[in-house]
């Protein structure tokens, strides 16, 4: 099953992140007060953030593709812990790795339709033919990123560095 419908059900409508992912992990925490978590490691196909939800009329019709994707991964590994609590769904200490790019990275996403959600990352090896197209805008490089992403979910802000050699967007260098 996807991720985009599992956040569907519970109560996370119309969401722009798809993926299917498939692996190992456990659990443990109590019921009251309400923690459960464990370690993870999956193996992570269709990963792409689209630009209007997995349920919209267009995406639904198999149209994932062209301008409906802003971000697409190959198969990707991601090992590290996740943690669900009251409020939302998280992930700590991640290590992503797909092709040559490696990411450590920490995301908390709440699970009301209100909320926010948290997304930091350390890319100390990214090569972005590993990630192909960036909203339809072809981006090169190799090198080190940070990022971090998040806010409320109708307001979501990202920021980061890049550093890095043979960089260009869109065939300009930088």
Do not use: Q
């Not at 059900?9 to 190992?24: I, M, Q, R, Y």
């Not at 339709?113 to 930091?120: D, K, T, V, Y």
Request: aromatic share 8%; net charge negative.
């Amino acid at each position: 099953m996807s991720l985009a419908r599992v956040l569907h059900a519970v109560d996370v409508p119309h969401a722009w992140v798809d993926l299917v992912a498939s692996g190992k992990t456990s659990v443990d925490g109590t019921l009251a007060p309400f923690l459960l978590e464990g370690p993870v490691d999956f193996h992570v196909r269709d990963f792409a953030v689209c630009a209007r939800a997995w349920d919209a009329p267009e995406v639904v019709r198999g149209k994932r593709e062209g301008e409906l994707v802003y971000l697409a991964l190959g198969p990707t590994r991601v090992t590290g812990r996740w943690r669900w609590d009251p409020n939302g769904l998280g992930f700590i200490d991640t290590n992503i790795t797909t092709g040559d790019s490696r990411a450590i990275a920490d995301a908390h996403v709440e699970f009301a339709a209100r909320g926010r959600m948290r997304i930091r990352a350390d890319l100390p090896t990214i090569d972005f033919s590993n990630i192909g197209p960036i909203a339809r805008v072809p981006i090169e490089g190799v090198g080190h990123l940070t990022c971090n992403l998040g806010g409320p979910y109708s307001k979501i802000v990202a920021t980061g560095t890049f550093e890095g050699e043979h960089a260009s967007v869109s065939g300009m260098p930088l």
